[in-house]
């Protein structure tokens, strides 16, 4: 078989433009276009001016600067300087910024100052596909996964270890200060380096101290990420930060394909998921403008004061119970029979469990109901229901126990186990697209509420993404077709044009986006 012509000198004739390098379908069109419709408000919004200052040095248009951003986490390139280098070498970078080449400070500096209003723009991807109808909110499924932080599992300290360590820094920069001053230089005017990293340690040892002071309950620190704790994930231990997600599927007849939204994005410090369900749906609500009825959570969030609160929102939580063997003793508290006359619970075996006192466990207080010992002791379920001989069965109801067992009644419905099973299929893919197509297996920022910057800017990301699958599904043909003709024509017009004009007026022509900028209004 001969081979190809291989000639790395070659010229062009007719030089291509660098819109025509660009496919019609490619999703740096798509973040251009949704780039290019954000309106000055939003942009205020960003904090950003977008009518440029009329003094100084030309700067590099926003555009340009949050279009490489986007397109970055898109593709799983996060890091200022991978932005840099790809700015110089990848075709779709080029085409974003117009073939200009702005440096990682340049990008940097434009990601630190606005990546905290940046949320807005995660916003903005969740009201557009609610407005076009692309989402499904019936159902929205909830989930944690844990991304490791930036930050060592071997600088992860206890208290006697920090103080171990604070007890070596002080001999080591003691000693290292003995030999600085016994070298009597007097034109030293700098510390030492092991001196000044000595002393940097020791103010970071201080400093965590301190914050294990001021926080009950934690007990280890990290000296890299003060805020990224240990915490079990499928890969063993990791130090880092627990990403809370809400999404909803798309409604698939709309948009032709199968995927999922992002509709609420949290990051926290805290394995448990218990104390996060009510602030998702609060924050799924808030983006999409509407109450999604069903919500499906994994047992990691139910707790007895969830389901009390998801009926009082009027929002139905399908949710399975860590101790699901638990509840099918035929002694489980829920077989006892509340008679609200003489405000006792029957055992079944008939014998009546009279309230008793009102303890306080874990902050909450609960009505503890006992039954007479003597009978439990005879009882022939004594051992299964009870082994306590002196005090006999008791149980405890809590503030909620109403709603948790109302709620234990649907689970046990064949509705509700066939609409949990969507959970995994809502929610899982969303984890798995996020770690190992867009590549986040760590985040870079350190810091919790960077950490939650950056998460923000990953579920605009993966939301624009899920919106470019859609357009180029076919959801949008008619549309599309009518305007890809327009840009074969404008191809053929060009290669007209480029033999009446000087080839640097090529770059003038506007690329013909095959996306309508109104698609993407501000909420
Ligand atoms: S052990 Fe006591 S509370 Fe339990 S079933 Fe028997 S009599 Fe009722």
Redesign the pocket.
């Known amino acids: 078989m001969p081979f190809r012509e291989l000639n790395r000198q070659q010229i062009w004739m007719l030089p291509p433009t660098l819109d025509e390098l660009i496919p019609n379908d490619h999703p740096a069109r798509f973040i251009a276009a949704f780039v290019d419709s954000l309106d000055k408000s939003f942009w205020d919004k960003l904090g950003i001016g977008i009518d440029g200052e009329p003094l100084g040095a030309p700067a590099y248009h926003p555009r340009a600067l949050l279009g490489v951003w986007l397109y970055g986490f898109m593709t799983s390139t996060r890091s200022s300087r991978k932005l840099e280098t790809a700015c110089r070498d990848q075709i779709p970078y080029l085409w974003l910024t117009g073939w200009q080449r702005p440096d990682h400070n340049t990008l940097w500096r434009f990601y630190k100052e606005h990546r905290k209003n940046m949320r807005h723009l995660f916003k903005l991807t969740v009201r557009t596909a609610v407005k076009l109808d692309l989402v499904d909110l019936a159902v929205q499924a909830i989930d944690g996964t844990k991304i490791a932080g930036n930050a060592s599992r071997d600088r992860t300290y206890d208290r006697k270890g920090l103080k171990r360590l604070l007890e070596r820094t002080d001999k080591a920069i003691n000693e290292l200060e003995q030999d600085n001053n016994a070298g009597n230089d007097a034109f030293f005017v700098h510390l030492p380096e092991k001196l000044r990293k000595a002393k940097y340690l020791r103010n970071q040892v201080k400093e965590a101290l301190d914050q294990l002071a001021d926080k009950d309950g934690q007990k280890r620190i990290n000296l890299t990420d003060n805020d990224a704790v240990f915490m079990k994930s499928r890969q063993g231990i990791v130090t880092g930060y627990n990403m809370e997600s809400v999404a909803s599927p798309l409604k698939t007849n709309k948009t032709k394909t199968s995927g999922m939204l992002l509709t609420g994005l949290n990051v926290v410090s805290e394995q448990d998921d218990h104390y996060q369900l009510i602030p998702m749906l609060k924050q799924s609500e808030e983006m999409t403008g509407k109450l999604v009825e069903i919500t499906l959570a994994d047992a990691g969030y139910h707790s007895g004061a969830n389901p009390a609160i998801c009926e009082q929102r009027k929002q139905m939580i399908i949710m399975p119970e860590s101790q699901e063997q638990r509840l099918k003793s035929p002694?489980h508290k829920d077989n006892f029979i509340y008679n609200s006359h003489t405000d006792c619970y029957g055992?079944?075996?008939n014998?009546s469990?009279r309230y008793m006192e009102t303890r306080t466990i874990a902050n909450k207080e609960v009505r503890v109901y006992g039954?007479l010992s003597a009978?439990?002791r005879k009882?022939?379920?004594?051992g299964k229901?009870?082994k306590n001989r002196y005090r006999?069965?008791e149980i405890l109801i809590g503030q909620h126990d109403e709603e948790l067992r109302r709620h234990r009644t649907r689970m046990l419905t064949e509705k509700a186990k066939i609409i949990y099973k969507r959970r995994k299929e809502i929610i899982e893919p969303a984890f798995g697209i996020i770690k190992e197509q867009m590549g986040v297996r760590r985040f870079l920022l350190r810091g919790l509420d960077n950490v939650k910057n950056e998460a923000e800017t990953l579920a605009t990301a993966f939301n624009l993404r899920t919106l470019c699958t859609i357009f180029n599904s076919g959801a949008f043909e008619k549309r599309r077709l009518l305007i890809v003709s327009m840009s074969e024509i404008g191809i053929i017009v060009r290669n007209l044009f480029v033999f009446l004009c000087i080839s640097r007026n090529i770059n003038k022509m506007k690329g013909f986006s095959f996306i309508p900028t109104t698609l993407f209004e501000s909420y």
Request: a positive charge; glycine letters at 12%.
């Open positions: 002694y055992c079944p075996k014998q469990l039954g009978v439990c009882c022939p379920a004594f229901c009870t006999g069965r």
